[in-house]
């Protein structure tokens, strides 16, 4: 399974961007598609997840309200519809599925990160 992510760039503070990133390959079923972000010298932190068959959607503290994550299980992709952006969202931003493969073995993938840079 590869993952491609698109969305990031420069915005200013209170702007908003949408992120997507697609899974590509072989596998049984995706059941969580999330996003996670990392600042400079700041670890790796969830962003939001969106579990499969109506587990729900989960988000950090400092984005709720603000951020929003869906999937859609017919394209493969997995979105973040990112408002009312502040600076402290600056970071590069990762997607992440978990999958079922082809023999039913469960795996984790990471996506290459996409850069959102919040600043006027």
């Known amino acids: 399974v590869q993952l491609q992510a698109f969305g990031g760039g420069l915005v200013q503070p209170e702007g908003f961007l949408r992120l997507s990133c697609v899974a590509s390959g072989t596998f049984l079923s995706i059941y969580v598609m999330a996003w996670y972000r990392q600042a400079p010298g700041k670890q790796r932190e969830l962003v939001a997840r969106?579990?499969?068959?109506?587990?729900?959607?989960d988000y950090a503290d400092s984005v709720k309200d603000r951020f929003t994550i869906s999937r859609d299980n017919a394209k493969s992709t997995v979105y973040l519809q990112m408002n009312s952006l502040k600076p402290e969202d600056t970071a590069a931003y990762y997607c992440?599925?978990?999958?079922?493969?082809?023999?039913?073995?469960?795996?984790?993938?990471w996506g290459q990160g996409t850069q959102v840079t919040v600043s006027s």
């Open positions: 992440y599925v978990r999958y079922i493969g082809e023999a039913g073995i469960q795996y984790g993938r």
């Open positions: 969106a579990d499969n068959g109506g587990g729900g959607t």
